[in-house]
Structure formats: structure tokens, C-alpha cells
């Protein structure tokens, strides 16, 4: 898998993942301050095109539309999905009708921490931050600064090749490079509206998908 093509897959990932900000009260394990958010994102650099991402208690719905271009000029078009539902996760490919279905691993860790615990897992997660523990207590991650993006408040990380402003631990923008290979893709949201209706249906698994069982 090329470099570009990877750095893509991480922005996606990112996507996904959606963090905690202790109980929150409404009784989900992310403990959300909202009932419900919608969220766009525009994708531009050397990836281009958007998200949608839908949120509602423990389920997320992430539908990515991008165009990644390779270092010899190839165009790659990608409409991929994700949805959370619990631990279920579901990586879709629009265009093969095909997609794997797993159990969260974070999910199943989140379980058994405390609220300030998992506010702090899930921004390591965030981040892609692969360091080992001791690497980690020896170099806390902190926020430099904070930024106001789509009317709310994030809060600005920066580790590695990574630059991630984080929201309730949901990044509203994240700037991935690859300097040696002259890559760069910014993700940020352009809208978030919270506490709209939003039918359980959005999280159904599309009909006509053949589904690979991964665990």
C-alpha cells in the first residue's frame, strides 16, 4: 500500500473514532454532552472531497467520498463507510458492495475504565499515538492551544506527523502530512448540528452488502 493511500486510511480511521468527555449524562459510554450531533467535513490537499458523520448515543455513522492522488498522477476514488453500533463496527466499500464486520477492541477497553480514564484513552486513540506506555507518562500529551471550528470550541494536539484539534474528543480538523513524499491532507468540519431528530434506521447495515466476518 502506498504512503499516500495510508495517510488517507488514517484520516478515515480518525473519523470514526469519537471520544468521551466523562459521564456526559446521557447514559452512553462516550458520555457525549449532546443527545444527538451531524457533522460535515471537507477534505482538501493532496486528498480531496467529504464526510458525513452521524452520531446518536453509541452509534456513529461515517460516509467518506475522496479522491486520492498518487504520487504518479493516479487518481483513486474511495466511498467508503463506517458504522458503530456498540461494539459492532462495520468498514463498507460503496462501490464493491462488499465491507467486514469486527468488534471494537477500544470499545471492549473503554468498558472497564474509569470516565477520566477513557477521556484519556480516546484522545491517545485520536492521535494515532502508537508510543508505549512509559513513552507516554515520560511525555504527557497536552493541548497547545484551542480553536473555534463549525461554532465549537477543540482543542489543538499536535503529535508526530499529525495535527488534531479534538472536540469532545471528536476531531473537527486534522492536518496529515508525509513531508518526505510531499503530502499533505487537511479534514475539517464546515457544519455541526446537534440535538436534531435522527432515525436509529441511519445505523442499519445498507441491504446488498456481502459482509466478511473478521472476529
Same mark, same amino acid.
Given at each position: 500500500?502506498?504512503?499516500?493511500?495510508?495517510?488517507?486510511?488514517?484520516?478515515?480511521?480518525?473519523?470514526?473514532?469519537?471520544?468521551?468527555?466523562?459521564?456526559?449524562?446521557?447514559?452512553?459510554?462516550?458520555?457525549?454532552?449532546?443527545?444527538?450531533?451531524?457533522?460535515?467535513?471537507?477534505?482538501?490537499?493532496?486528498?480531496?472531497?467529504?464526510?458525513?458523520?452521524?452520531?446518536?448515543?453509541?452509534?456513529?455513522?461515517?460516509?467518506?467520498?475522496?479522491?486520492? @492522488?498518487?504520487?504518479?498522477?493516479?487518481? #483513486?476514488?474511495?466511498?467508503?463507510?463506517?458504522?458503530?453500533?456498540?461494539?459492532?463496527?462495520?468498514?463498507?466499500?460503496?462501490?464493491?458492495?462488499?465491507?467486514?464486520?469486527?468488534?471494537?477492541?477500544?470499545?471492549?477497553?473503554?468498558?472497564?475504565?474509569?470516565?477520566?480514564?477513557?477521556?484519556?484513552?480516546?484522545?491517545?486513540?485520536?492521535?494515532?499515538?502508537?508510543?508505549?506506555?512509559?513513552?507516554?507518562?515520560?511525555?504527557?500529551?497536552?493541548?497547545?492551544? @484551542?480553536?473555534?471550528?463549525?461554532?465549537?470550541?477543540?482543542?489543538?494536539?499536535?503529535?508526530?506527523?499529525?495535527?488534531?484539534?479534538?472536540?469532545?474528543?471528536?476531531?473537527?480538523?486534522?492536518?496529515?502530512?508525509?513531508?518526505?513524499?510531499?503530502?499533505?491532507?487537511?479534514?475539517?468540519? @464546515?457544519? #455541526?448540528?446537534?440535538?436534531? !431528530?435522527?432515525?436509529?434506521?441511519?445505523?442499519?447495515? !445498507?441491504?446488498?452488502?456481502?459482509?466478511?466476518?473478521?472476529?
Amino acid at each position: 500500500m502506498s504512503s499516500k493511500l495510508t495517510l488517507s486510511l488514517i484520516l478515515l480511521a480518525g473519523l470514526v473514532v469519537t471520544g468521551c468527555q466523562g459521564d456526559g449524562g446521557n447514559g452512553n459510554l462516550y458520555g457525549y454532552e449532546f443527545e444527538t450531533a451531524k457533522i460535515s467535513y471537507q477534505i482538501s490537499g493532496s486528498s480531496t472531497g467529504t464526510s458525513e458523520v452521524l452520531i446518536k448515543g453509541e452509534k456513529k455513522f461515517v460516509h467518506n467520498r475522496i479522491t486520492q @492522488t498518487m504520487v504518479n498522477g493516479e487518481t #483513486v476514488e474511495m466511498d467508503n463507510i463506517f458504522i458503530q453500533d456498540g461494539s459492532r463496527l462495520y468498514t463498507l466499500d460503496a462501490k464493491s458492495k462488499t465491507g467486514s464486520r469486527l468488534s471494537s477492541p477500544l470499545y471492549s477497553e473503554l468498558q472497564n475504565l474509569s470516565p477520566a480514564e477513557r477521556a484519556t484513552r480516546i484522545i491517545h486513540d485520536a492521535l494515532r499515538d502508537n508510543r508505549t506506555p512509559e513513552e507516554q507518562a515520560a511525555s504527557p500529551l497536552s493541548p497547545e492551544s @484551542t480553536e473555534n471550528i463549525a461554532g465549537q470550541t477543540c482543542s489543538l494536539y499536535r503529535l508526530g506527523n499529525l495535527e488534531t484539534c479534538l472536540w469532545q474528543g471528536i476531531p473537527l480538523r486534522t492536518v496529515a502530512s508525509l513531508p518526505d513524499y510531499g503530502v499533505e491532507t487537511t479534514t475539517v468540519a @464546515t457544519m #455541526v448540528e446537534l440535538n436534531q !431528530p435522527i432515525a436509529d434506521s441511519e445505523f442499519d447495515l !445498507p441491504q446488498g452488502y456481502q459482509i466478511t466476518e473478521l472476529n
